[in-house]
């Protein structure tokens, strides 16, 4: 066998390794942690809400942060903002999910070894944290090189249903992760 057929030989079994390591993984987004309740209070926002003129004063993240002591604890979409609710069915599945490095922990200064993952960029750096149930709690003692923080991230591993608090934020989920990649659409 010439080295060119070994070569395509090893790579042919490296690439069918890796589809097959993908396979294992169910891919899912992040609608799939909320429970049915507090996706319903997400999806039907109060009037209150629907009532701010866009641009306003009281559309600022400020106004709502002033605000958010003033709401009604029985509000139901305010509950879901802040809902440490699980689906409990998701509890020990390995699954694939996209989503944004938040980091906690490096190895080094080019190597993030503990982060959280969220669904969309920003989100507890700039903006409030998303509810809970919305964010995963990421171990990965081999590192992530992270260049951007504006970089998606398809992540891959075991999901467990265990609440974590951190100084930055709480997480609902974890996950120790098996594989990484940058985000490309499928």
């Known amino acids: 066998m010439t080295n060119l057929k070994i ?3 090893y790579f042919l079994l490296a690439l069918n390794c890796s589809f097959a390591a993908e396979a294992q993984y169910n891919t899912i987004e992040w609608i799939d942690l909320l429970p049915p309740d507090d996706l319903e209070a997400l999806l039907n926002p109060p009037e209150y809400l629907t009532e701010i003129e866009d641009g306003s004063p009281e559309d600022s993240i400020q106004s709502r ?3 958010k002591a003033n709401t009604n ?3 139901r979409y305010q509950q879901a903002l802040r809902s440490e609710k699980i689906v409990t069915t998701m509890d020990g599945k390995k699954i694939r999910i996209p989503g944004f490095i938040v980091p906690l922990e490096f190895e080094n ?3 993030v070894i503990q982060f959280f993952f969220v669904p969309f960029f920003g989100a507890c750096l700039h903006l409030p944290p998303p509810p809970p149930n919305q964010i995963i709690l990421v171990n ?6 992270l260049k951007s923080l504006y970089t998606p991230f398809w992540i891959s591993g075991e999901l467990q249903t265990s609440l ?3 100084d930055m934020a709480t997480a609902a989920y ?3 992760m098996d594989l990484y990649e940058v985000y490309r659409e499928d």
């Open 7 to 9: 070569w395509i030989t």
């Open 174 to 176: 974890t996950m120790t």
């Open 65 to 67: 942060l002033k605000n």
């Open 140 to 145: 990965f003692p081999k590192g992530v090189p």
């Open 164 to 166: 974590v608090e951190k």
């Open 73 to 75: 604890v029985n509000d």
């Open 109 to 111: 200064e080019e190597m």
